[in-house]
Nanobody
Framework: QVDLVESGGGLVQAGGSLRLSCAASGHTFSTYIIAWFRQAPGKERDFVASITPSSYNTYYADSVKGRFAISRDNIKNTVYLQMNSLKSEDTAVYYC????????????????WGQGTQVTVSS
């Protein structure tokens, strides 16, 4: 069982930055792949970024490559999403998710989800 709590969302102007955090409970956190997804009103939940258990590999949606960076601290049981050069189309509720596997790409593969944090980018 892994409990996830996101924080760090808010209102920011276009071009600005935010850093989201996902704090996890559970002693096996370091064995989980962690991902960020986002969901805008009326749209499906989309993959944003993921990081493998060892932090060896990271993956990004094309829409955020070069602007977002995912990282993790397995000592603090926390995953971060640094978001730079934010655009209005980045506005969404951002969720972190965990799967006890080396690789997972789609939302249905993730077993545990946080409650989400709202990110609003004003133009």
């Amino acid at each position: 069982q892994v409990d996830l709590v996101e924080s760090g969302g808010g209102l920011v102007q276009a071009g600005g930055s935010l850093r989201l955090s996902c704090a996890a409970s559970g002693h096996t956190f370091s064995t989980y792949i962690i991902a960020w997804f986002r969901q805008a009103p009326g749209k499906e939940r989309d993959f944003v970024a993921s990081i493998t258990p060892s932090s060896y590999n990271t993956y990004y949606a094309d829409s955020v490559k070069g602007r977002f960076a995912i990282s993790r601290d397995n000592i603090k049981n926390t995953v971060y999403l640094q978001m730079n050069s934010l655009k209005s189309e980045d506005t969404a509720v951002y969720y972190c998710a965990a799967a006890n596997t080396a690789w997972a790409r789609y939302s249905y593969e993730y077993d545990y989800w946080g409650q989400g944090t709202q990110v609003t980018v004003s133009s």
